[in-house]
């Protein structure tokens, strides 16, 4: 897609330090390495978010993640975990408008990468939860 910096990327016209690539993916360091590793893994059709993924495209580019994430935690001894993120839309954190998972080593808590979950639990009763559940449901399709 024209003006794309991933689709750039994937054509070479922007440089990369690439990772791993094939028919479906390329996975490169981010230009950001908000951690030692920091990888993007791309799928090469360009779909904005993952409201554009069919269930093909999602299964072809979720099935070359782990192999990914092995290599990140062996490649340095002090990788400790890994973090899996996919931000979709301008409020959910997402600046590159080509899809793109994010796989960040984690080497310890003062890393340099940080996410905070709010613990609203006290505010939900079953019920309520089953009446967000079941509106979820109602919107489920192939
Ligand atoms: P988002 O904020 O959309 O989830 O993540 C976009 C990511 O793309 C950012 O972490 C940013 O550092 C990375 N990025 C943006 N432009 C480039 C680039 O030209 N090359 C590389 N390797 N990464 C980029
Ligand atoms: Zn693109």
Do not use: W
């Given at each position: 897609?024209?003006?794309?910096?991933?689709?750039?990327?994937?054509?070479?016209?922007?440089?990369?330090?690439?990772?791993y690539e094939d028919?479906?993916?390329?996975?490169?360091?981010?230009?950001?390495?908000?951690?030692?590793?920091?990888?993007?893994?791309?799928?090469?059709?360009?779909?904005?978010?993952?409201?554009e993924?069919?269930?093909?495209?999602?299964?072809?580019?979720?099935?070359?993640?782990?192999?990914?994430?092995?290599?990140?935690?062996k490649?340095?001894p002090?990788?400790?975990?890994?973090?899996?993120i996919?931000?979709?839309?301008?409020?959910?954190y997402?600046?590159?408008?080509?899809?793109?998972?994010?796989?960040?080593?984690?080497?310890?808590?003062?890393?340099?990468f940080?996410m905070?979950?709010a613990?609203?639990?006290?505010?939900?009763?079953?019920?309520?939860?089953?009446?967000i559940a079941?509106?979820?449901?109602?919107?489920?399709?192939?």
């Open positions: 897609m024209d003006n794309c910096i991933f689709c750039k990327i994937i054509a070479g016209e922007i440089p990369s330090t690439v990772i028919e479906v993916v390329k996975a490169f360091l981010d230009i950001s390495q908000v951690t030692p590793g920091h990888t993007l893994v791309i799928p090469k059709k360009h779909v904005k978010d993952i409201f993924y069919d269930t093909q495209l999602a299964a072809d580019v979720f099935a070359r993640i782990p192999k990914i994430a092995k290599a990140l935690k490649f340095a002090d990788v400790a975990g890994l973090n899996i996919n931000n979709n839309g301008a409020v959910a997402q600046s590159v408008f080509h899809s793109h998972i994010h796989l960040v080593p984690r080497y310890g808590k003062e890393d340099g940080a905070t979950f613990d609203n639990s006290a505010d939900y009763t079953p019920e309520k939860l089953a009446n079941q509106s979820i449901k109602n919107n489920l399709e192939d």
